[in-house]
């Protein structure tokens, strides 16, 4: 019998589900769609989560996908143990079945058990079943129990109850929760033994029970952190089951790295090791799983534009990436390969998902060039170790590396404390392990305390209150895309306190910070990037002023401002009037960044995709995917593209449509932002085709001249292209006017003829530089200052200390070096005051003689002396102080050092 491929697999999990009458939608992006909680998409319910809690509403109320996942930590997924184990993985796809206040637990139940048994005909003697067998008060799911007897005719030594940790889902401590049925599947070896069924996951070789498919049945609501379970009006359905795991199952294999989704990725690993692939719990083998897992959830986080950073999701990505990169180096790949088995990835799935081909250099490229860096920081840290001088001694007299400065080389140099422990065995010292994991917990602590301002519990207390509303009086309906004034009812109000705290209210008095939701409305919220509207909300004789427009939650405007005169109460009628100036303005602003992300594709490449936005009237502000900045040439490139487009004045033309027509008619789509199932297509220009929420102009010349700012880096492969248009690039053509003509007066020269003057200018100032130079080190080394003071020392080495004329630490290294090698073998002290008072000093120490004397101890202490820090190598070290009077002390001092 043919073995079905996982591609195969994948097609008839959704055309099952499709003759079944479920919508099929395409996966989400592994980064999470505006939700703050998750660094990716771990689940495939993620991109239904506003729909589970009534804020969204769908076309469909049955839905299955294929959905892209990254787990870093959990049940089955911890880091450490991907590639230790049969079925660890930080990449993986997730098959699922949705259902909306549709079908429950018995179509549930009954299309799981077709699927597996009659379409993909597994045996049933080695299938298990577990339901919720109650706990901590909790009842038990009898009602899934008796459904799965009377489908599967199973007794209950096939259907077992389990606690909570295994068998009851929740989303946190609040909110929509449920128990959940599990059905596992015997692995092998031989013939199902039901006395030895355990949920344990296996090792290596994947023998054993292994779960397969797990239905959540969402059943109840908890409003309160541990308070009661009350019956939801619409119970839903979400299950998963993982691609690689059923594919395991359906191709005979018990390791998920012997399927084809991984095994052609491990063996490309293994040739490129130089060794054959065995399949064992070996150090080679184990390698080759981490590098193959590892350049999956590679490929697919870059082609969604994240990039390896120090934080976030880029320091996750450079983490999985470094992981697969080490351990590769540790089995001796010297020279950068994990790009190649990232291109296995791209050519294997790229048909699956189109976006791995599309940003195929930007993927490779990437993955390269953080595989070069990585092997750049190993002679670093190797160098370290050298050095290092402050070993502990441990209970068996070995030599300790403390905790801390493991977790510096792992923090500040990119050494990883893995191949630190790898050298300590190799060079004869311990780590101390307890010490690091301290150290990284107080790292840890410190990161999550640079946040903004606002607690999580703040945020979500904010979207219960705004979440109640909307529950109350439905979406507001947003008229914004054709009109800037409307008429409209005051439904609800909220009080802004001076921490933050939002409040229902039933009026706001004159002076009150509020916000103001109304049935109708053309203010646009922020979101997509644009900025919020302002303008003013009118009511009789009552003003309220609005400064922002904001969307707390999916289908609730709410207008954030302040009572000027009279007040507002709920009911009121009002008029809504936008700030029309501000208004076309942001609209010019918004339509010039979508020709601005034509044209840098246009003139990068495919990699150059958005990775985040900001519109405003005041200008754009635009971050792209891109390892360089931009020449002066592609400037000019970006710029003719766009006001090419501006000057050919075509209409802007918008459509609503569907996700997957505008899909299939080439529209870009930011898989940072969340789009519904109906969907604005835009088309700017003659090639510029995104789905975009926001308000733009009515044709291309409504921009006016677009300018670029500025082109910036804010990141690890990212940079920032700040831009004008209209009377912003009209503003900034004068100011760059104005200041060219003052500094054309300065230099008494034409305009035109200002570049050639300034170089000039420029020039002479270097040469008059040099000529300072040259008379300070005429004044360091022939004489100028004190002369230097000779002490003999034992060992025929000599201390010199010399006060220098001319505060300048260059100068101070230069007549540290010249003194060094005129008293050779020596000890060399020099310093002077700044002109404002402050101390520098220089130590350098004669190679032959850094064994007894260290330049940068030395220094150290007398930095003490002058009130500062200082260090540096042992042949050469510097620091400075506020004390400059006590300079003399300090020389003072060094004599009973170096004694």
Known sequence: MTKPTSDEIRSQFLEFFKSKGHEVVGSAGVVPRNDPTLLFTNAGMVQFKD??????????????????????????????????????HTFFEMLGNFSFGDYFKRDAIAYAWELLTVVWKLPKSHLVITVFGGEDGLPA?????????????????????????????????????????EIHYFMGPGEPDLAAFNVVE??????????????????????????????????????????????????????????DLLRPLVERAAEIGGKAYGGTDGPFDVACRVIADHARMTAFALAEGITPSNKDRGAALRSVMRRAIRFGYLQGLREPTFDQVVALVIDRMGG???????????????????DVRFRETVPTGLALLEKFEGWRVGPKGERVLPGEVAFDLHATYGFPYDLTMVIGEEWGFAVDGDGFAEAMKVHSSKSRGDGDGVSVSDEKRVRVEHRDVLAKVGPVDFVGYGQEVDEARVVALFALGDDGAVTAVESLPTGARGQVVTSRT??????????????????????????????????LVVHVGTVTAG??????????AVDREARQATRRNHSATHLLHWALRKVLGAHAQQKGSKVSPEGLRFDYASTRALTDDEVARIENLVNDEVLANLPVETEVTTQSEARARGAMMIFEEKYGDAVRLLRIGRE?????????????????LFKVVSDANVGAGVRRIEAVTGFGALELTRKLTSTLQRAADTLKAPVAELGARVEKAVERERELQREVEALKRQLMTGGGGGAAEVTALPGGNRLVVARAPVGDEKGLRELADHLRDKHAPAVVVVGATTPEGKALLVVAVSKEATGLYQAGKIVGQLAAVVGGRGGGRPDMASAGGPDGAKLDEAFARAHTIVA
Request: aromatic share 8%; charged share 20%; glycine share 14%.
């Open 352 to 370: 699956a998902y189109p976006e791995l081909f599309q940003h195929r250099d930007f993927i490779l490229s990437q993955s390269r060039a953080e």
């Open 141 to 181: 799911d009898d009602e899934a129990r008796e459904i799965w007897k009377e489908v599967t005719g199973f007794g209950d030594d096939r259907i077992i109850g389990l606690g909570r940790a295994d068998n009851f889902w929740t989303m946190g401590d609040t909110g929509p929760c449920g128990p959940c049925t």
């Open 51 to 88: 729909t589970f809690l009534g804020e969204d509403r769908r076309a469909y109320t049955r839905a299955a996908t294929s959905q892209k996942c990254v787990r870093m930590s959990g049940k089955h997924n911890d880091l450490n143990n991907v590639g230790k184990t049969a079925r660890h």
């Open 567 to 576: 007040g507002l109460a709920i009911g009121d009628a009002v008029t809504l």
């Open 688 to 704: 510029s085709v995104e789905l975009c929420g926001g308000t733009h102009a009515t044709r291309t010349g409504d921009i006016g």
């Open 522 to 555: 053309p203010f646009y919220g922020e979101a997509g990037g644009q900025v919020g509207d302002t303008g003013v909300i009118n009511a009789g004789e009552s003003t309220f002023k609005v400064s922002d427009t904001q969307k707390p939650v999916h289908g």
């Open 202 to 259: 296996p090792g290596y070789d994947g023998a054993g029970w292994m779960e397969i498919w797990n239905n959540v049945f969402m059943q109840f609501n908890r409003a309160v952190k541990d308070g009661p379970l009350v019956p939801l009006p619409a119970q839903s359905v979400d299950t998963g089951m993982g691609l690689e795991r059923i594919t395991a199952v359906l191709q005979g294999v018990t390791s998920n790295y012997d399927t």
